[in-house]
């Protein structure tokens, strides 16, 4: 793909995929401009790397959809002092939109090689404010201090305590929550030391992210 075509690809991506499915903010749209998600598609699937769909990474692994990357990052409305955390850095794509608007991202991921290969990314995309670590993001993870926003790039049966617990007063959370083929995007909000409030913003389905335990979802 020839750098016109790389731009035309990449624009429509974002006015027919993106902008349609209500990603509307101004800065989003800017931001997945200039952020190179070719860079971050595995060379085996670079002629995808614009597709609406998900993008193999191994491991039972993928990158979102764009418009599904797009939407949740609108929703978490990070903002340039922030720290945030996301759990499971797949390619590094995720943490890459993240840091272009926090002060700083820690980026978690349970698989060796998915964390090196978004290590590689971030490092060639020159961004010095994101540490990718190989941890699994479903445990209790020690010493991380807190979190102005947090991003699950993936789905959950349901969002684990020891996650809200990181949130700062303020803090959000974004997370696909859910069992198919009912899943919501949602968002947790730290209200004080004590409470957090969630709400469904939309309905969404996402693969699972690795580690996390399920939950039954039948009623009795």
């Known amino acids: 793909m020839n750098l016109s075509n790389t731009a035309t690809a990449r624009f429509n991506m974002i006015e027919q995929q993106i902008r349609p499915w209500n990603v ?3 800065g989003i749209l800017v931001l997945l401009g200039a952020v190179k998600r070719e860079d971050f598609v595995p060379m085996a699937h670079k002629a995808l790397a614009f597709a609406d769909m998900e993008i193999p990474l191994g491991h039972g692994q993928c990158m979102l959809a764009p418009r599904m990357e797009a939407r949740l990052l609108q929703d978490l409305k990070v903002r340039a002092h922030e720290r945030v955390l996301e759990i499971g850095s797949g390619s590094g794509y995720m943490a890459a939109l993240l840091a272009s608007q926090a002060h700083s991202v820690l980026s978690l991921e349970i698989h060796a090689e998915l964390a090196d290969l978004a290590h590689s990314n971030v490092g060639r995309a020159g961004l010095h404010n994101v540490e990718i670590q190989l941890a699994d993001g479903a445990r209790a993870l020690p010493q991380s201090g807190l979190f102005d926003a947090i991003m699950l790039s993936g789905s959950v049966a349901e969002v684990p ?6 949130l700062s007063v303020g803090g959000r959370l974004m997370a696909v929550v859910g069992h198919e083929p009912i899943m919501g995007a949602t968002l947790f909000t730290r209200i004080s030391g004590t409470e957090v409030q969630s709400q469904t913003l939309w309905d969404a389905n996402a693969p699972r992210l ?3 335990a399920e939950t039954s979802h039948f009623t009795f």
């Not at 305590?161 to 990181?166: A, E, G, R, S, Y």
């Open 161 to 166: 305590q020891h996650l809200l617990d990181l």
């Open 210 to 212: 690795h580690g996390f």
């Open 24 to 26: 509307l903010d101004a």
